[in-house]
Nanobody, 129 residues
Framework: QVQLVESGGGLVQPGGSLRLSCTASIGNLDSFDVGWFRQLPGKERTGISCISASAERTNYKEYVKDRFIISRDKTNLTVSLQINSLRPEDTGVYYC??????????????????????WGKGTLVTVSP
């Protein structure tokens, strides 16, 4: 099982950018597809982007696809989410999760067969003037 550490969140003004990172404190991510999820205030956690283990395939929810970029570093041990043109409605806690495969049926985006026992603590993104 993998244990995850998300980082890179913070307070930014509307229109600003952040780069979120996902690494494993136990285990590693190199053989897994990895998804980014977020939990907005008062809402359930939902998938917003996913990348295959090879980095050849990426998926995005429609409402972030022109602003967010998911990537893996050359070591394949870190998965990043570059988030641009931030809006107040992007405020929330962002999490990552590894698994066997991304899925996206046009309604739900997520990960099959999570490779971790528990979610990480997430990283808080706050977008405010």
């Amino acid at each position: 099982q993998v244990q995850l550490v998300e980082s890179g969140g913070g307070l930014v003004q509307p229109g600003g950018s952040l780069r979120l990172s996902c690494t494993a404190s136990i285990g590693n991510l190199d053989s897994f597809d990895v998804g980014w999820f977020r939990q907005l205030p008062g809402k359930e956690r939902t998938g917003i982007s996913c990348i295959s283990a090879s980095a050849e395939r990426t998926n995005y929810k429609e409402y972030v696809k022109d602003r967010f970029i998911i990537s893996r570093d050359k070591t394949n041990l870190t998965v990043s989410l570059q988030i641009n043109s931030l809006r107040p409605e992007d405020t929330g806690v962002y999490y990552c999760a590894p698994g066997t495969a991304c899925f996206d049926n046009g309604i739900v985006l997520g990960i099959f067969d999570y490779a971790m026992e528990d979610w990480g603590k997430g990283t808080l993104v706050t977008v405010s003037p």
